[in-house]
């Protein structure tokens, strides 16, 4: 037992240290070695979690989505409307990426999984499904248009947030991601909304901003 | 002159076929020995031009961006309204991703430019620079409200353009990639357009997908 224990601290640590270099250096200029001496483990311990360094960027970015997906669930529980709990997985999903840097490194692992032959579309599937469920579920309160296409507002959704997060780390280093993402569904929810209920365009730019309350 | 004649031929040959390799297999997998030999020309005079692997990458970013600015004179030069021109502006930019590998292999190279320390910063500040001030003569001529904050929208349009291809490219391959950006406009316009001009969305959805008349 204390020996499991131990190889999930180690391997915890390999995948903390990996994330902050592959989110510095990316996958072609990440070296293993670096990764050992900065997990503070034996470059054996290491091949023995990780044969390959395709191995590490994997683990991150799984390590990346169960993150994301846990914050998925604790939204989820806070049982409010679609629309806002939409919303509030869009900030939860944006506070991570400020905060862990896993988070970062596994966006740009996946930007870059080419490199390494791993097959990105999953995340932004699954992504993508949520979000229309969740449209979907907004229609039938009332939230959302009647005419809109789920599927393709969720699709525009997902670009959108994907796009807007990497200028954004481009230009100011994500300094000014949340306003730039506010200012997205400033500007996209007046057209996504139903028509009694266009005033709540401000209280979900807010709950996007501070939270629900 | 037959000699500079020749040099500029070959040296078109050369960012033909490196766009055509960086656009599948990205910076890191891009060999210069296959460049020569998918360009017809031998590696001595691939070495002349491009002394190394990130000159050629330089290369291939600026020659994507000159497409595009003439591009973007072209639609100036038709006199459309602001907002209009704003509009035919990305369809041109889309039109061209989808024709020429010159500009896909520039997309990808400048998501992957760390991994050569470019900086890629300038392409993204001059498009939202452009976009904002084509957002300004829009506000001028009554097309978009007046309480839109005109960098704030070029940042949105530019971050969620970004955004869309990508996951479109990641997808589908960017065969939805005109459907997608359509629906950007179709969700976008309503929240951005003067009170007054709202009927006009529809049309600018048209001009998107169709061109102008």
Known sequence: MVQQERARTTRAAIIGAAA?????????????????????????????????KEDLAVAVIDEQHAIASADGVRVQALGRPALETLVLICRGFALQLLEHSVMRAGIRLTFEASAFGHDVRQPYLDWSARCAE?????????????????????????????????????????????????????MLLPGVLAADR???ATHLVDVFLHGTT
């Open 20 to 52: 902050r270099i592959f989110e510095e250096q990316g996958y072609g200029g990440t070296a293993l070695a670096t990764v050992a001496t900065q997990a503070g483990v034996t470059k054996g311990a290491l091949y023995f979690h990780f044969p390959a």
């Open 134 to 186: 969740l449209a979907r579920t907004a229609q039938d309160e009332g939230d959302l248009r009647r005419d809109l296409d789920p599927e393709a507002f969720a699709r525009l959704v997902v670009g959108s947030y994907t796009g807007v997060q990497m200028v954004s780390s481009i230009l100011t280093g994500r300094q000014d991601m949340l306003v730039r993402l506010a200012d997205l569904w400033r």
């Open 198 to 200: 266009q005033e709540h």
